[in-house]
């Protein structure tokens, strides 16, 4: 199957008793977790869209405005992709967070270089952290899909669980 017809027969994977999930080490759910900073980073992204028409023609150019719309929209896709654990949409919302990362980070280089190096260092490092994140929440969800009697999904440079 091509990648396009696995995005349109994915399916979401409910979690398998006998699978474990991931945890942080408070001992907390790493999906719960993970939910609720993206859920605050669309809280955040809603105030920066809001904050760039409210001062569109002082500095910002249209593009990174649209880019900013574009962004949210898939936060909400990665919000949701988490929620109901279809390993497939993680995987796409993992390469646009990447490309949207990139583009913060040019972003961050363009309009705050007096004291960009310190947002630049943390602002990549949270970045790889969440890349971690997401990757094992996609295992949980392979290896849950996989507990159930399904097919494994997409490979996401993890292999199996």
Request: hydrophobic share 60%.
């Amino acid at each position: 199957m091509s990648f396009l017809s696995n995005l349109r027969n994915a399916k979401p994977v409910q979690p398998h008793p006998s699978v474990p999930a991931p945890i942080t080490f408070f001992n907390l759910d790493l999906r719960t977790v993970v939910l609720v900073l993206l859920g605050i980073g669309i809280l955040f992204k809603i105030i920066d869209i809001i904050s760039l028409f409210a001062i569109i023609i002082l500095v910002y150019p249209i593009i990174w405005i649209v880019i900013g719309i574009i962004a949210f929209l898939f936060q909400l896709f990665g919000f949701y992709a988490i929620y109901k654990l279809i390993p497939e949409y993680i995987v796409v919302y993992a390469f646009a967070a990447i490309f949207f990362q990139v583009l913060t980070l040019i972003q961050i280089i363009i309009y705050f270089s007096g004291g960009s190096i310190a947002s630049f260092i943390f602002s990549t490092l949270f970045f790889v952290l969440f890349l971690y994140c997401l990757r094992a929440i996609y295992n949980y969800a392979l290896a849950c899909r996989e507990a159930a009697g399904g097919v494994s999904g997409v490979n996401m440079g993890a292999g199996r669980v």
